[in-house]
């Protein structure tokens, strides 16, 4: 029997496997609610900035009761204003408006494959009829990653069926004639792959469930912000060099952030394709470890 | 059809402060049940898992059939194991956790069905596994292990948790399956189970190998004592004429005596021909399940 025959048939009983519990209603549920919540956030956001200056600033300080707004505020407004008056920019922000946690739950989802075979205990039965251990590490990865595209695919329907009507309906047409945007859409798909394929890769370096759900969490909500004060500190103190700011692309959510955005992330942030080589480079790495350590573990 | 059989040579595996298995050697034949018996904590689990690729021996190898488990093309087909009650996602039902098997090493859906039948979990099988009993969990775990048709089959303590009447119905289905040329090994940690079901025995403790062979040969080689039981008005009269005999007599209260030495038949046979009148006669067995205790107690037990 051929390679690819082992494969599809270990990837369709993973599919099985999961729509057999309730990760796979999760899941789902959690794709749904996490775009819908971001998607009307982004609406709300590109409604205002998409108007002229002065109504945003209206809009924007509205809770602030009528006194007078500080001139450095009024400047920080107007920078952001510029970046996002763009109906381009709100269009790509609107229809990848899942990836912020979608990204997160496709890396979970990932962690969750690998990790609940001990969890569940039910690595016994599964090693037992899959021995080669590889094997099914990548059964399960070409299961992660299909199911991360059914995700970002769901995600990507509900955004630009309800942004289309929202953009066209505010007088700036689809914009998904943009290459851009589509780009943006696509690049989007890609991201949610290499997090699900990152997820793998931690589930089998880390055994516990718990303990990689928990840190990869972490590492992907402040990863970002913590790098930036690091680098920002070692750049003040230490080598005040400015590929020292650059180098901050080293960290996982700092490469997501760089890969997915056509728009400079930050001052000295380095082209999309490093971002996304990075974060390919972690997945592989993280994958290639945890497969070794999986192939010696005695599953007792 | 694979010849299925197993052939562990010099298999050790350490763990951290503790040897589980220790230079452990010894072979499975087809068309028999060959218990693998010992205390708790002999290594006998280790072994099982060392002989499947799970545990990864220190040193040594286990074949089935000539080959290491991880090189069978299709391990499913060759070897049936239940190694814990089922193994399965709590979450999931009977029939989908066998589907899922099914799925993943390519056997038709109706597969599931099939085994459910054989091991008469059909009414449970669309309930979720955490709901099951042990007992129901062990007969899941064994429907899992028969998908494949396999040649040998491979059980880890298996009566644990199953009620009389399923421990009857397993031996009958194991003994079967050996009927058929199936290789069937059984773990246990009593001896009487073993005597019940098994053609040989593997016997082993901390971790190394005690006897091996047929039962009826390892039990006699085991040794201890065939007693005889009477009764008696007369116990002097009988004491005597059995001591000439060449007998050892010793009461056993009022009017009892336990003879050791001769057997059953000499027993009356002397107590016929010296008048004496018995009113109770049996011959004992020994009582193998201390003298198998003694012989693995020396091993220490439990580490
Ligand atoms: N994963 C493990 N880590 C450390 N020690 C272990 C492990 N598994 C088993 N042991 C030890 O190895 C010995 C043999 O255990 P086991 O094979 O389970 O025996 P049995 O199945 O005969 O009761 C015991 O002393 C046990 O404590
Ligand atoms: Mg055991």
């Known amino acids: 029997m051929s390679r690819t025959t082992l494969m599809l048939r270990l990837v369709r009983a993973e599919f099985y496997k999961l729509r057999t519990t309730s990760t796979w209603w999760i899941f789902t549920l959690a794709t749904l609610v996490s775009t819908t919540v971001m998607l009307i956030v982004d609406c709300v956001n590109a409604n205002s900035l998409l108007k002229p200056f002065d109504q945003y600033v209206a809009l924007e300080a509205h809770g602030h009761g009528g006194r007078p707004i500080p001139a450095e505020f009024l400047a920080h407004m107007r920078s952001e204003w510029e970046l996002g008056h763009s109906a381009v920019t709100q269009a790509t922000t609107i229809y990848t408006a899942g990836q912020l946690i979608g990204v997160l739950l496709a890396c979970l989802l990932g962690i969750v494959l690998i990790t609940s075979e001990f969890h569940q205990q039910t690595a016994t039965t599964t090693f037992l009829l899959t021995p080669h251990r590889d094997r099914v590490v990548a059964g399960k990865l070409g299961t992660a990653v299909g199911m991360a595209f059914l995700s970002w695919l769901l995600s990507t329907i509900i955004s630009v069926t309800t942004g289309a009507i929202f953009l066209h309906h505010l007088g700036y047409g689809t914009q998904l004639g943009n290459a851009g945007v589509l780009r943006a859409i696509a690049l989007n798909l890609a991201a949610y792959a290499i997090w699900a394929v990152f997820g793998i890769g931690f589930g089998a370096l880390i055994r516990s469930q718990l303990g990689a759900t928990v840190s990869a969490t972490v590492l992907y909500l402040i990863g970002a912000t913590a790098a930036a004060s690091v680098f920002e500190l070692i750049y003040t103190y230490l080598i005040p060099k400015s590929w020292i700011l650059a180098a901050q692309v080293v960290v996982p959510a700092v490469a997501s952030t760089v890969m997915i955005s056509p728009t400079k992330t930050f001052d000295q942030s380095p082209p999309q394709w490093v971002g996304a080589a990075i974060l390919i480079g972690y997945g592989i790495l993280a994958g290639v470890i945890g497969t070794q350590i999986l192939r010696r573990r005695d599953i007792a | 059809m694979d010849d299925g059989r197993i052939v562990v040579s010099a298999l050790t595996k350490h763990y951290r402060g503790v040897t589980a298995v220790d230079d452990l050697s010894f072979t499975v034949e087809p068309g028999r049940v060959t218990g693998f018996l010992g205390p708790n904590g002999a290594g006998k ?241 020994p009582d193998l399940e201390d003298v198998f205790l003694d012989l693995t107690h020396a091993k220490a037990a439990i580490r």
Do not use: F
């Open chain 2, 45 to 285: 689990t280790t072994t099982l898992r060392m002989l499947l690729n799970l545990v990864m021996p220190t040193a040594g190898t286990a074949t089935i059939g000539g080959r290491r488990y991880l090189d069978l093309p299709e391990p499913d087909r060759v070897v049936g194991a239940v190694l814990e009650a089922s193994s399965a996602h709590k979450g999931r039902t009977g029939r989908n956790h066998l589907r899922a098997c099914c799925l993943t090493t390519g056997l038709p859906l109706t597969r599931a069905d099939e085994v459910l039948d054989l091991v008469g979990l059909g009414p449970a099988a669309d309930r979720k596994v955490k709901g099951y009993s042990l007992g129901m969990k062990q007969r899941l775990g064994i429907a899992a292990a028969m998908l494949g048709d396999p040649q040998v089959l491979i059980l880890d303590e298996p009566a644990n948790g199953l009620d009389p009447e399923g421990i009857r119905w397993m031996r009958q289905l194991l003994q079967g399956l050996a009927t058929n040329g199936r290789t069937v090994l059984v773990s246990s940690h009593l001896l009487s189970e073993m005597q019940a079901l098994a053609d040989d025995v593997v016997i082993v403790a901390a971790g190394r190998l005690v006897r091996q062979g047929a039962v009826a040969d390892v039990l006699a080689s085991m040794g201890g004592d065939h007693r005889v039981r009477v009764s008696t008005p007369e116990t002097e009269k009988l004491t005597a004429a059995l001591a000439g005999a060449g007998a050892t007599v010793t009461a056993d209260g009022p009017g009892s005596l336990v003879i050791s030495g001769v057997t059953a038949a000499a027993v009356g046979d002397t107590a016929l021909a010296a008048g004496v009148p018995l009113h109770h006669l049996s011959a004992e067995s």
